[in-house]
T-cell receptor
Framework: EDQVTQSPEALRLQEGESSSLNCSYT??????LFWYRQDPGKGPEFLFT???AGEEKEKERLKATLTKKESFLHITAPKPEDSATYLC????????????FGAGTRLFVKA | GAVVSQHPSWVICKSGTSVKIECRSL??????MFWYRQFPKQSLMLMAT?????????EQGVEKDKFLINHASLTLSTLTVTSAHPEDSSFYIC?????????????FGPGTRLLVL
């Protein structure tokens, strides 16, 4: 059964304090791994899609990396506006386009 | 690009009434749309997968007669909560696959908050 586990559950950072969020996954043939940002009361906002181990993608202060077992979302010099819940999700070839979501990491960045 | 809208953004209704939520892909065609439900501080739970022109596929435990899904065109899917009860109160979010994009990425709508009194 496809599974996604995110850690930590919550993360509190000072502005400028870089850190990483972890997403561990088990799938029977990875079609894609996705990172989304979700603000309270809103739908998830797409950040990245990663397809194969070794792939990296960057957007502003965010960088996503992928291995065969996990993905990291690195946040460099975060700002208070980066505070949100970050969701990781996977699709497997056997699951069609069904996307399995992790529980998310709630990030709080204090000025 | 890849914008998904939902309407209404919030709705309050009396128990026993039906509520329809629309999901539209504004700048792309979506062969497949998904409906999710999210409880406070929890992640998204897939309710059903909706394919244009065919019947929706419901996840285990989701009542298809209660949550009616119609995907009449490549840009519109609707979710109707029939005979709503207070336990149906939740945040409902749709997403759509961009047929012309990489095919895998889903883009989400802003969500609809339903409160059943």
């Amino acid at each position: 059964e496809d599974q996604v586990t995110q850690s930590p559950e919550a993360l509190r950072l000072q502005e400028g304090e870089s850190s990483s969020l972890n997403c561990s996954y088990t799938v029977s043939g990875l079609r894609g791994l996705f990172w989304y940002r979700q603000d309270p009361g809103k739908g998830p906002e797409f950040l990245f899609t990663l397809y194969s181990a070794g792939e990296e993608k960057e957007k502003e202060r965010l960088k996503a990396t992928l291995t065969k077992k996990e993905s990291f979302l690195h946040i460099t010099a975060p700002k208070p506006e980066d505070s949100a819940t970050y969701l990781c999700a996977v699709q497997s070839y056997t699951g069609g386009f069904k996307t399995i979501f992790g529980a998310g990491t709630r990030l709080f960045v204090k000025a | 690009g890849a914008v998904v809208s939902q309407h209404p953004s919030w709705v309050i209704c009396k128990s026993g009434t039906s509520v329809k939520i629309e999901c539209r892909s504004l700048d792309f065609q979506a062969t497949t749309m998904f409906w999710y439900r999210q409880f406070p501080k929890q992640s998204l739970m897939l309710m059903a997968t909706s394919n244009e022109g065919s019947k929706a596929t419901y996840e285990q435990g989701v009542e298809k007669d209660k949550f009616l899904i119609n995907h009449a065109s490549l840009t519109l899917s609707t979710l109707t909560v029939t005979s709503a009860h207070p336990e149906d109160s939740s945040f409902y979010i749709c997403s759509a696959r961009d047929r012309g994009g990489d095919g895998e990425t889903q883009y989400f709508g802003p969500g609809t908050r339903l409160l059943v009194l």
